[in-house]
């Protein structure tokens, strides 16, 4: 399998559960991303990997936890998440961080908070 | 700091037509400028990657061009078919290492 790959596709919770979003890329990347696309507005940088290091942490309120246990592998982990943060949200990778490479993306995970 | 633009927000055209989708950014000193495809729903797909030293990139029925002097970026669509209905997303790679992305282009193909 190639690209970006992101699971579950779809993720509905509530404001109680906990949940991880899971990102495998298998293209050899250096760098792993994570976004979030809210209806309307333009995508927000999250968190940025290189080298399974946390490079950037763009404000994110700490119900979001990342992890990156290797460069192919990247985890989200939500609990006690709000309403307003029901998005898809994109995984996204580099050949490495920062540099003018291109992004690929997966294809998202829709999450609606209950 | 880097502003990015697209316009139309939105465009419906008839099936078979050359389209231009436009985008503009406000600092010329970028690395690169991506063009994304995004259906309703999912995530994003590339289409094509302009380095800084590149006037243009083609892919298919796709044409990208880059002129950083004046800040802009077109993709034109040749002979557009109801499968390229879509938003079209423009991200620029700048000097602070950020990725900047204009607001997208909602395009509609009708048959």
């Known amino acids: 399998e190639t690209g970006v790959t992101q699971t579950p596709r779809h993720l509905v919770m509530g404001m109680t559960n906990k949940k991880s979003l899971k990102c495998e890329q298998h293209?050899?990347?250096?760098?792993m991303y994570w976004y979030k696309q809210s209806a309307k507005k333009p995508l927000e940088l999250m968190f940025v990997?290189?080298?399974?290091?946390?490079?950037e942490n763009n404000s994110v309120p700490s119900r979001f936890s990342p992890e990156c246990p290797n460069s192919s592998h990247l985890f989200l982990h939500l609990h006690t998440l709000q309403p307003e943060d029901s998005a898809l949200y994109l995984c996204?990778?580099?050949?490495?961080?920062?540099?003018?490479?291109?992004?690929?993306f997966g294809s998202g995970t829709r999450l609606t908070v209950v | 700091k880097q502003e990015v633009t697209q316009i139309p927000a939105a465009l419906s055209v008839p099936e078979g037509e050359n389209l231009v989708l436009n985008c503009s950014f406000t600092d010329s000193a970028i690395y690169n400028l991506q063009w994304f495809r995004q259906d309703p729903g999912k995530g994003l797909t590339s289409l094509l990657l302009?380095?800084?030293s590149q006037r243009e990139q083609t892919s298919g029925r796709l044409n990208a061009s880059l002129d950083k002097s004046s800040g802009r970026s077109t993709l034109y669509i040749a002979a557009s078919q109801p499968g390229d209905s879509a938003t079209y997303l423009c991200?620029?790679?700048?000097?602070?290492?950020?990725?900047?992305w204009g607001a997208g282009t909602k395009l509609i193909i009708k048959p």
């Open positions: 990997y290189s080298l399974e290091e946390r490079v």
């Open positions: 996204a990778s580099s050949q490495d961080h920062p540099g003018p490479y291109g992004y690929t």
């Open positions: 293209l050899g990347h250096n760098a």
């Open positions: 991200a620029v790679f700048g000097r602070d290492y950020q990725l900047i």
């Open positions: 302009i380095q800084s």
